[in-house]
């Protein structure tokens, strides 16, 4: 378990954003990291499973630092997909693995990913960014665009932090009083996403 955070959003400070983050502290103990590139603040709370060194810690910049990639989850054929398509790591690491084959094979490379996971990956030439996340959601990802700004998280708790979202969603309340879960996209409150 890790914690993602990302926003385009101009107008939320740093420190802002930081505690948005730390929010999420519980989901990554051991490194929580920061960058900003161009309008796009990226964060993580890492928690080291596969590789412990701190080379993996995120946000993590592609070898050809077009890239930043913000990544919670696993990927279990990420070994695999190294050899298959010869890349060559500086770490043992699966975040590694999805950068670099973005930076070649763009978002076709979802479909070759078998694991759990949700990312978030921001292309510095195109100005674009690109969200995935497992086909059965098991990994967590909320939402929330406004103006045509986008801010997305691990936890709904640092997207209320981030946003002025206030009102809740009668509709999402009601799936989850009932069946414990969210359908359609819906969540607690509206304005947010999963």
């Known amino acids: 378990m890790c914690g993602i955070l990302l926003t385009t959003n101009l107008e939320i400070s740093k420190n802002k954003f930081l505690n948005a983050l730390k929010l999420m502290h519980h989901r990554g103990p ?39 990639i913000v990544f919670n989850g696993e990927i279990y054929n990420f070994k695999e997909l190294a050899k298959k398509f ?19 094979y763009g978002p076709k490379i ?22 995935a996340r497992d086909r ?13 700004e986008l801010s997305l998280a691990s936890e ?13 969603d009668s509709i999402g309340l009601r799936q989850y009083v009932k069946l414990r879960t969210f359908f359609n996209g819906r969540t607690a409150y509206e304005g947010i996403e999963m």
């Open 30 to 68: 051991d490194a929580s990291g920061y960058c900003q590139v161009d309008n796009v603040q990226l964060g993580h709370q890492r928690l080291k499973i596969i590789d412990l060194d701190d080379r993996s810690n995120q946000p993590y910049k592609s070898r050809n630092k077009r890239y930043e």
């Open 86 to 104: 010869k890349i060559k790591q500086k770490t043992e690491s699966d975040t590694e693995i999805i950068v670099e084959l973005y930076s070649k």
């Open 110 to 131: 979802v479909k070759w990913l078998n694991g759990m996971f949700a990312f978030a990956i921001y292309d510095s030439l195109k100005k674009e960014v690109f969200v």
């Open 136 to 148: 059965l959601g098991v990994k967590p990802l909320y939402m929330h665009q406004s103006n045509g």
């Open 156 to 168: 709904m708790s640092s997207i209320l932090e981030l946003t002025d979202v206030t009102k809740f």
